[in-house]
């Protein structure tokens, strides 16, 4: 069955920058390429936060407001991976951050996902 497995979280200092990866596995024929891909993250005590999306081709990307202009999403289909690309980081960013795709998602609705991956934690702190 299909799996995603994120990577790439840890400590980091505010001003600072982190990749997360989204490995993605279980697909047949390489279905990964029909799977839009989105990331979102949840801090203690708040609510699931939609970040970034990214269609299954790649053409349309949608980013948060909160993320704009220094969060950006990209895949490589041929690795069946997504990336969450983090730079100027705050500490406000600290959450767990997750992978989710489905086959007909459109933007940042996080009931729209089928599956979703494990997490991994960002903590952004001097």
């Known amino acids: 069955h299909l799996q995603l497995a994120e990577s790439g979280g840890g400590l980091v200092q505010p001003g600072g920058s982190l990749r997360l990866s989204c490995a993605a596995s279980?697909?047949?024929?390489?279905?990964?390429?029909?799977?839009?891909v989105a990331w979102f993250r949840q801090a203690p005590g708040k609510e699931r936060e939609g970040v970034a999306y990214?269609?299954?081709?790649?053409?349309?990307?949608d980013i948060g407001n909160s993320v704009k202009g220094r969060f950006t999403i990209s895949r490589d289909n041929a690795r069946n991976t997504a990336y969450l690309e983090m730079n100027n980081l705050l500490s406000e960013d600290t959450a767990v951050y997750y992978c989710?795709?489905?086959?007909?998602?459109?933007?940042?609705?996080?009931?729209?996902?089928?599956?979703w991956g494990q997490g991994t934690q960002v903590t952004v702190s001097s």
């Open positions: 279980g697909f047949i024929d390489d279905t990964f390429s029909q799977y839009a």
């Open positions: 989710a795709t489905a086959i007909l998602a459109w933007g940042l609705t996080e009931y729209d996902y089928e599956y």
């Open positions: 990214i269609s299954a081709g790649g053409a349309h990307i």
